[in-house]
Every structure is written in structure tokens, then in C-alpha cells.
């Protein structure tokens, strides 16, 4: 075996026709343990399945020597927006989201009704259930669709052609639409988690409702369209990384969902591309982050913005956030979403409809496909 170096980090070379990584995926797998069992093993070097291409890593590299020399990203930082006094600063809130929604797609919620205690203990919460007995942890421990209430590596383990993401996941269907059996969640989390979603389906109704104001619909226009029908928590737990550099806690990705509030703790990671270049968007304390979804870029007629966006893997942890996910069905609805037709204008030509409808499980079809070329996944759907 060959020893290289990328990126200042050591990696294991082995020859190609002797390394079957679907092997090492299922090995990996079948432990039930997650990324956390690996970390937990002390290993000094990276299983190879987590490892990134030379390739993507000397690319890697080269990025992040433009980007020091230009120092773009710290020069600009995602809007904050503050909720206090709403009722009174509405007209003035809707305009920031609406300047936040179409530019960035991101934006930080200060005074958003949910407790900082309750955001703490639900982090808590995340942390307990990661970190709790492996032998009960891996009764929840599954690649079920269809199962409200699981824990994996990922859902695209198998089918996804990049280096597996350094992260664990524990994945809750909240709403779907009928609210979850209390049972089904875990006893280490169960309070805290129905405690932090009812704040955040409170949270969510405001959100959908300045969402269409900002733009220019009635109040109830995105609410009326199942918008926020459907919600799906996601508790992820980043293990500390001894070589961060060679892998990724997420890899680029939108989410497909009309739109997701994030919770995060203060160990930071997460960055958004704008314009070509990646932005962190670094922990505010009692924040929750806001990021538009692609079903929303597609009915506001790409008004809003799904943005693209990763995480890095870190040498400190565990790093521990909460995506809230609101969207409709994603199973067997037949009903179409495409442009909404009061955003569409006969009399100008920039108004002019630039998707096709389209199913959410069609849409979902096309996300999960293995033919994916790097683009947009709702550049399928142009037309």
C-alpha cells in the first residue's frame, strides 16, 4: 500500500482493482453504528469510503486558495431578519424576505417565538439519542422510505456515487400528514422533540404566511397549496473528523422541500454558494436559519431561490443541528405544482412561466435518480 498526501492530510492509496467499495458501504452498514461508531474506534485515518476524489480534493484546494486571496467571504454575511414587534414592522419584515428569498434564499430569524431553552434542550435531546446505548439505539436503524421514525448514515448510502458524508442522522415524520403517535419517538427525546415542533409548526404558519406576502399573494395563498402539509425533522450528528479536509459532513445539495428552519448549534460549518463562491453562515446565537426549497423556487416562478449549500466536517464535536423540512406529500400525490398563475404575466416577457408542472413525486423520482449531472435538479423541469 502507497502513501499520498492531499490537501496536507495522509491518505491510503490502494490499487483500484482490489477495493470493492460497495463492500466497505455494506460492511459499514450492517454494524448499525453509524459515523459515530467509526469515530468512536480512534482511528487516525478516514475509512477510504468517506474519502473524496483527488480530483474534487486538488479542486477543493484550489477554491479555497482563490478564496483566501479574495477574501470574499468574509466580506458579506447572509440578511438576519427580526420578527420583534411584526405586527407593527410587517410591511417592512415581508420586504426583507422577500430581498432575502430572491437573492440568497437564506436568511437567519431572530424573535421567532421559539424559546432559546427549548432550542438548547432540543439540541440536548439530539445529542442524547446519538450518544445513548448502541444496542438500543439500533432498534431505530433503518433505510425505510416509508418508516416515520429512523436512524441512518444516509438515506442514499448505496446510490449515491460521491464519498459517503461524514454524519449520522435520526429522521422524524412529524406531520404526514396526521401528527405522529408520541410512541413511535424515542423515550431520550420524546418531550423535547413534540415540544420544539409544536413551536415550530406555530413558527412555520407565520413563516408561509409572509412568504406568500412577500410575493404579492394573499396571506393564505401558499398555506392553501398544501405548503406546509407535510413536516419531517432531521437530527443530525457530525462526529468529530481527524481528517476533515478529506471528506464532507454534507456534500452540495438544495433541498426539495418548499422550505426547511434550521437550528444549529455554535460549532459552524454550514455554507451557502453565492455567486460561485462559498459563505458561512456562522452560528447567531438564538437564531433558527431559513432556506427557500426547490418546490418554492418552482411555483414563485424562480422569484425565490433554492440555494445550493453544504457542511464541512470538523476535527471538533459532535456538531449537532435540527432541519425542519415543510412541504406535502411526497408519496403518491397527483396533484401538479408549477408556476403560480398570479406570477405569470401574458404582457411581459419576464414574467414568462420557466417550469413545467410537475408531481412532487415525479420531482422526487428525478431527485433520487442516479443519472445526476451536477445541475440543478430543477433544471429537469424547464422549459
Given at each position: 500500500?502507497?502513501?499520498?498526501?492531499?490537501?496536507?492530510?495522509?491518505?491510503?492509496?490502494?490499487?483500484?482493482?482490489?477495493?470493492?467499495?460497495?463492500?466497505?458501504?455494506?460492511?459499514?452498514?450492517?454494524?448499525?453504528?453509524?459515523?459515530?461508531?467509526?469515530?468512536?474506534?480512534?482511528?487516525?485515518?478516514?475509512p477510504r469510503i468517506f474519502v473524496r476524489?483527488?480530483?474534487?480534493?486538488?479542486?477543493?484546494?484550489?477554491?479555497?486558495?482563490?478564496a483566501d486571496k479574495s477574501k470574499f467571504?468574509?466580506?458579506?454575511?447572509?440578511?438576519?431578519?427580526?420578527?420583534?414587534?411584526?405586527?407593527?414592522?410587517?410591511?417592512?419584515?415581508?420586504?426583507?424576505?422577500?430581498?432575502?428569498?430572491?437573492?440568497?434564499?437564506?436568511?437567519?430569524?431572530?424573535?421567532?417565538?421559539?424559546?432559546?431553552?427549548?432550542?438548547?434542550?432540543?439540541?440536548?435531546?439530539?445529542?442524547?439519542?446519538?450518544?445513548?446505548?448502541?444496542?438500543?439505539?439500533?432498534?431505530?436503524?433503518?433505510?425505510?422510505?416509508?418508516?416515520?421514525?429512523?436512524?441512518?448514515?444516509?438515506?442514499?448510502?448505496?446510490?449515491?456515487?460521491?464519498?459517503?458524508?461524514?454524519?449520522?442522522?435520526?429522521?422524524?415524520?412529524?406531520?404526514?400528514?396526521?401528527?405522529?403517535?408520541?410512541?413511535?419517538?424515542?423515550?431520550?427525546?420524546?418531550?423535547?422533540?413534540?415540544?420544539?415542533?409544536?413551536?415550530?409548526?406555530?413558527?412555520?404558519?407565520?413563516?408561509?404566511?409572509?412568504?406568500?406576502?412577500?410575493?404579492?399573494?394573499?396571506?393564505?395563498?401558499?398555506?392553501?397549496?398544501?405548503?406546509?402539509?407535510?413536516?419531517?425533522?432531521?437530527?443530525?450528528?457530525?462526529?468529530?473528523?481527524?481528517?476533515?479536509?478529506?471528506?464532507?459532513?454534507?456534500?452540495?445539495?438544495?433541498?426539495?422541500?418548499?422550505?426547511?428552519?434550521?437550528?444549529?448549534?455554535?460549532?459552524?460549518?454550514?455554507?451557502?454558494?453565492?455567486?460561485?463562491?462559498?459563505?458561512?453562515?456562522?452560528?447567531?446565537?438564538?437564531?433558527?436559519?431559513?432556506?427557500?426549497?426547490?418546490?418554492?423556487?418552482?411555483?414563485?416562478?424562480?422569484?425565490?431561490?433554492?440555494?445550493?449549500?453544504?457542511?464541512?466536517?470538523?476535527?471538533?464535536?459532535?456538531?449537532?443541528?435540527?432541519?425542519?423540512?415543510?412541504?406535502?406529500?411526497?408519496?403518491?400525490?397527483?396533484?401538479?405544482?408549477?408556476?403560480?398563475?398570479?406570477?405569470?404575466?401574458?404582457?411581459?416577457?419576464?414574467?414568462?412561466?420557466?417550469?413545467?408542472?410537475?408531481?412532487?413525486?415525479?420531482?422526487?423520482?428525478?431527485?433520487?435518480?442516479?443519472?445526476?449531472?451536477?445541475?440543478?435538479?430543477?433544471?429537469?423541469?424547464?422549459?
Amino acid at each position: 500500500m502507497k502513501k499520498a498526501y492531499i490537501n496536507g492530510e495522509k491518505l491510503a492509496v490502494q490499487d483500484e482493482s482490489c477495493y470493492d467499495r460497495m463492500k466497505e458501504l455494506k460492511a459499514l452498514d450492517d454494524t448499525k453504528t453509524g459515523v459515530k461508531g467509526v469515530a468512536d474506534s480512534g482511528l487516525l485515518n478516514i475509512p477510504r469510503i468517506f474519502v473524496r476524489p483527488p480530483e474534487e480534493l486538488a479542486e477543493e484546494k484550489k477554491y479555497l486558495l482563490l478564496a483566501d486571496k479574495s477574501k470574499f467571504h468574509e466580506k458579506v454575511l447572509i440578511p438576519v431578519i427580526d420578527l420583534e414587534d411584526m405586527e407593527i414592522r410587517r410591511e417592512e419584515i415581508v420586504n426583507e424576505i422577500r430581498l432575502a428569498s430572491g437573492s440568497w434564499g437564506f436568511f437567519q430569524l431572530l424573535n421567532h417565538g421559539v424559546p432559546e431553552t427549548v432550542m438548547d434542550e432540543m439540541l440536548k435531546g439530539v445529542a442524547r439519542f446519538h450518544e445513548q446505548d448502541t444496542e438500543v439505539k439500533k432498534q431505530y436503524y433503518s433505510r425505510e422510505f416509508t418508516r416515520k421514525v429512523k436512524y441512518n448514515m444516509s438515506l442514499d448510502w448505496y446510490q449515491s456515487k460521491s464519498a459517503a458524508k461524514w454524519k449520522d442522522t435520526f429522521s422524524c415524520a412529524m406531520l404526514a400528514p396526521d401528527l405522529i403517535d408520541p410512541r413511535e419517538l424515542p423515550d431520550v427525546c420524546r418531550d423535547i422533540i413534540l415540544e420544539y415542533t409544536a413551536y415550530v409548526r406555530i413558527l412555520g404558519d407565520t413563516l408561509i404566511e409572509l412568504l406568500s406576502e412577500a410575493l404579492g399573494l394573499e396571506k393564505n395563498h401558499l398555506k392553501d397549496m398544501d405548503c406546509t402539509k407535510f413536516l419531517s425533522v432531521l437530527c443530525h450528528y457530525y462526529p468529530p473528523c481527524p481528517q476533515p479536509n478529506l471528506t464532507m459532513g454534507a456534500y452540495k445539495h438544495t433541498d426539495r422541500n418548499f422550505f426547511t428552519l434550521l437550528l444549529q448549534d455554535n460549532i459552524g460549518g454550514l455554507q451557502i454558494l453565492y455567486e460561485n463562491h462559498w459563505v458561512d453562515i456562522k452560528p447567531t446565537p438564538g437564531a433558527l436559519v431559513v432556506n427557500i426549497g426547490d418546490l418554492l423556487q418552482l411555483i414563485s416562478n424562480a422569484k425565490f431561490r433554492s440555494a445550493e449549500h453544504r457542511v464541512l466536517a470538523n476535527r471538533v464535536g459532535p456538531r449537532l443541528s435540527v432541519a425542519s423540512f415543510f412541504g406535502t406529500n411526497v408519496m403518491n400525490s397527483a396533484k401538479l405544482y408549477g408556476p403560480i398563475k398570479e406570477l405569470i404575466s401574458n404582457e411581459d416577457e419576464n414574467d414568462v412561466p420557466i417550469y413545467r408542472n410537475v408531481t412532487v413525486p415525479e420531482y422526487m423520482k428525478q431527485c433520487y435518480s442516479n443519472d445526476k449531472d451536477g445541475a440543478h435538479p430543477l433544471s429537469h423541469f424547464k422549459l
